[in-house]
């Protein structure tokens, strides 16, 4: 179940992770059960069937169903967004939140277009985090803060979540979070984001580089890494990963930013992302860089970099049809039509 009482330190979210559900092998086994039994080849249907049993496994019933998925953008600004790494001024976080909410982004037409319904999170647009290449992003208690913000956005009743977010600079944070969390160079983690190019992109190269630099020796754990280079939303995701988990609720995750705030977790327990499927390769470079290092494939690669939880809601489509195959067809027995004989 999620937690009554948010989390407001560090140590309250590292006892909470121990204790975290494991896959329900019965419900997990029945579903791989009646893939054996349905009218196809064994396989045929390729991830699709994979995806009927992640989903049973991790609501812990079979047959799944995915009756009210939810589609969760979380927002958040960044002070290093002054340092001029994005195309767009840090304003335009605050009107892509009104225009989710007038209905205007492609977030709102995805979402209508596979039924989901959908949240948006307006995590303190007016207190940026701190820049860090300068200073740590967020204070512990604003980071613990974020992601149980995070977790008291998942809510009973919802059987499919997706998660997203919107953040001018986000990709810069993301590429820092990334950097620290599995090493490499600053390069290698940051991409175009926005769009830029040319000394854009080798100033935001430069700052990922400086703030990774500067805080080195600070970065104990993951849950630091966070805190000296995320943001609230990215905080906020983390969190909402942890209840989906305790509700048993399976998760889509978004593009990059999105992952970075989730491999937070992976970092901390390798486990913790079990229940969690990627939507799609972001063609931000440092996506696939990031999938490899937490074992993830993504289900689909569209060329899409836009975040506010695109890919994920549009993945939603995707393991609907899964689990309407899986739920719907009929087997050899029920169809009166020939098993297979070796």
């Known amino acids: 179940m999620v937690a009554r009482h948010p989390v407001a330190t560090f140590a ?13 092998r019965e419900a997990g086994d029945a579903a791989a059960a009646r893939q054996q039994q349905l009218t196809k080849p064994p396989g045929s249907l390729g991830r699709l069937e994979e995806l009927a049993i992640w989903c049973a496994t991790w609501q812990g019933r079979h047959p799944p169903r995915v009756e009210r998925p939810r589609t969760c953008v979380f927002a958040g600004n960044h002070g290093v967004a002054a340092r001029g ?50 200073a740590p992003a967020m204070t512990e208690d604003e980071c613990a803060r974020a992601m149980a ?19 001018i600079a ?39 580089a400086a703030g990774v630099d500067r805080h080195r020796a600070a970065l104990t754990d993951p849950l630091e890494v966070l805190r000296h280079f995320g943001g609230h939303e990215l905080a906020a995701i983390a969190g909402a990963v942890i209840a989906a988990r305790m509700a048993r609720i399976p998760v889509i995750l978004d593009g990059f930013a999105t992952t970075a705030a989730a491999a937070v977790l992976h970092a901390l327990d390798p486990r913790a992302l ?69």
């Open 12 to 24: 309250e979210i590292r006892d909470i992770l121990p204790h975290l559900p494991d896959p329900d």
């Open 85 to 134: 790494v994005s195309a767009y001024p840090v304003e335009v976080t605050a009107q892509m939140v009104q225009n989710f909410i007038a209905g205007g982004a492609a977030v709102n037409q995805l979402c209508r277009a596979v039924d989901a319904d959908l949240r948006i999170y307006e995590m303190a647009l007016d207190h940026p985090t701190a820049d860090f290449t300068t």
């Open 149 to 167: 913000y995070g977790m008291m956005a998942v809510e009973p009743g919802v059987d499919l979540l997706a998660l997203g977010e919107m953040g």
């Open 170 to 208: 986000n990709t810069t944070a993301a590429a820092a979070l990334c950097c620290a969390l599995f090493g490499g160079t600053a390069a290698e983690w940051t991409g175009p984001g926005t769009g830029v190019s040319g000394a854009v992109l080798e100033r935001k190269i430069a700052t990922v």
């Open 274 to 342: 079990d229940h969690c499927i990627v939507a799609h390769m972001s063609a931000e470079p440092g996506h696939k860089r990031l999938l490899a290092a937490i074992g993830k494939t993504p289900l689909l690669d569209l060329g899409m970099r836009l975040g506010e939880a695109s890919g994920a809601t549009l993945a939603i489509a995707i393991v609907k049809a899964a689990v309407a195959c899986h739920s719907g067809m009929a087997s050899f027995a029920e169809a009166g039509v020939s098993n297979r004989t070796a």
